[in-house]
Every structure is written in C-alpha cells, then in structure tokens.
C-alpha cells in the first residue's frame, strides 16, 4: 500500500470563512444604520440657550448685540426675525444670508462676526437699518417699538427671547 500525501490549497477553513462573513455583516449593518439615522433625524441637537440687547445709536440705527449663546451655533441654522409692532414678521432670513454685508449694500439688517469664526456668539451683533434702499425696510423709517426674534433652524425653537427695540 503506497501512502500519498494530498495537497490541500483551501485559503481558509469553512467555519472561519463563515464567521469573517459574518463578522463583516455586523460591521456592515452598523454603518449603514449610523449613516441613516444621520438623515432620519437621530442625532436632534437641543436649541441654544443665550441672551441679547439692543441699542440705538440716535440716528435710528439700531444693534443688537449677543451677550450670551450657549452652545455657539454656525450661522447657517438660526433664522432671524424683525417683527413689527402687532408681532407679523416685517422681514427676516438666514443669519448666512446677512454675514458679511454693510450698510448700504441693500440689507436693512447685516450681521457682523466680530471673532470671524462663523458662529454666533458673544460679542457678535446685528444692525437694523430703517429705510435701506432696495430693501425690505425702504419704506420703514422707524423701528422703535419692533421686536427681534432668533430661532434656531433644526428644532424651531426660539433662542432666548425676543428683544424689544426700545428707547
């Protein structure tokens, strides 16, 4: 009886090939489900809290400066408000839609970033300016008494509260 030596040249055995499958299947499943509830609205950020006020300069410009937001938020999820005196929406955007414009530029209200870091935060403000040409307010000449209002965009909450525009 001659005795022969088989080569057997399987990379893997059965049951360890059934387990790297399975392994990569878990892994798989997990990814896609983070990635989906990224979309499905899994990860809802709390509204910041914070506080402002507001100032006129005497010739009807009027500021209202971020005193305090915690946590800072980019400018491209909180929606501002100029409300008028009854409380209907004069006019309002995107804080992204005013950064970066001056008076004159056909915005009655700018936002300016004074760190420059594309966040609200302390110390960064927005200026109303009544009667702006070609603007939402060019027919506005006062705003005393209107009221402004921040919400922050993935929850509809109001940040802080609103702040009158008042001498």
Known sequence: ???RIVNDEQAVSP???VIL???ITVVLA???YVWASSFLGGTTKNAPTGSMIASEDGSG???IQIVKLNPQVSVNSVHWY???VQGNTKTDALVSDV???YSGQGKAVVFIDNDFNGKISPGDKFEVHPGEADSDLASVSDVTDYSFRMKFEPTGDVIGYDIGLQS
């Open 30 to 32: 997990a990814v896609l």
């Open 1 to 3: 009886m001659k005795r």
């Open 99 to 101: 950064y970066g414009y």
């Open 61 to 63: 410009v009027w500021t």
């Open 82 to 84: 100029l409300l008028d």
């Open 15 to 17: 049951v360890i090939a």
């Open 21 to 23: 499958m399975v392994a």
